[in-house]
């Protein structure tokens, strides 16, 4: 890495892409990262709008096809941002050329594939290349502020939690089919799109492991217009999930995964109860943690509003004077931070592929047990019973 800059090369140009843009972008003007990124190169097989997203952002160069970028001398990191059916190729051939990866969430669209890439990783790793996945909620600060909490002990022992996430988008039967409906693009629906977040979540905060699962998904609207405006096809993922799991601390947990909570856009509602005090999040709210202390006098106990915008609260310092709020952005470029000084100190970057497989692995209980009426279905290498 030349004069400490990262040379990154961005494969998509789409939603991700766009909020991947940003975050190097801002990671490099807003803050001391202890190496530098540079918007080297982005690929996309729409080289015309792959050129755009270049011309918005300042990227230096476009390609066509990712193997082209992955053999390029003058890249240092693999930036995934396209669907999953592409995540295991790119990332295992970066790996083994000897570039860093970031890949989008979910790891994968089988367990299969994420195992494989998990193997890469490691590989990879001992030779000083590191892999990352993107589940960048953990990096919003009220969340970041509740997993130091949670870990500090300040919440006791974990026996409640409930996660959703919830938006409406799909809840019109005539949004048209796009490439997230698709199993064959997106592995599953609401479930691996967004109920991986929450798994994610509740795994990092607590630090436990959801050791087994009963599920139900449902798929409401079955065809839905073609996005050419001729004829229907056919939706193959789930509309919604939501299963109980059983965490390996012993508390019990509800998940709910939907894209027709009429009302709700982006509603990642997190809430955990231990014995010494309870934690709530909604991301519609996102610069607010709930905070009530148990071990207060009762007759002045309750859910407390911290807004988390102190120079204090994680990822703050670099930002605006208290009060002046972040948004969905900003988490892309704390991901971008941690990554660039994790690849500079030579460190694992957080969240690991093995923590990719870990969600990867709850997913597909859900599909099992949902295929199957619900059936108890256990977490294979899930720590069972740890604390
Ligand atoms: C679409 O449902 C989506 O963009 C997800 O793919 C993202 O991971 C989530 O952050 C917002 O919603």
Known sequence: MPGRTLRVGMVGYAFMGVAHSQGWRNARSFHNPLIEPELAVVCGRDTAKAAELARRFGWG???????????????????????GDTHAEIAIAALEAGKHVLCEKPLANTVAEAEAMAEAAERARRRGVHASVGFTYRRVPAIALAAKWLWEGRVGCVRHVRAQYLQDWL????????WRLRKEKAGSGALGDIGAHIIDLVQHLTGESVTGVSALTET???????????GFGEVTVDDAAVFLGRLSGGALATFEATRFATGRKNAIRLEING???GLAFDFEDMNVLWWHDNTADPAEAGYRRVVVTEPEHPYLAGWWPPGHGLGYEHAFTHQALDLLDAIAQGRQPTPSFTEGLGVQRVLEAVQVSAADESRWTPIPGSRVGAS
């Open 220 to 230: 409401f609207v079955r065809q839905r217009p073609l996005a050419s405006g001729n």
């Open 61 to 83: 160069d476009v390609v066509g096809d990712w193997r082209e970028l992955v053999a390029r001398e003058d890249i240092d990191l693999i930036d995934i941002c396209t669907p």
């Open 171 to 178: 809840t019109d039967a005539n949004a048209p089919l796009s």
């Open 275 to 277: 014995t010494e005090g």
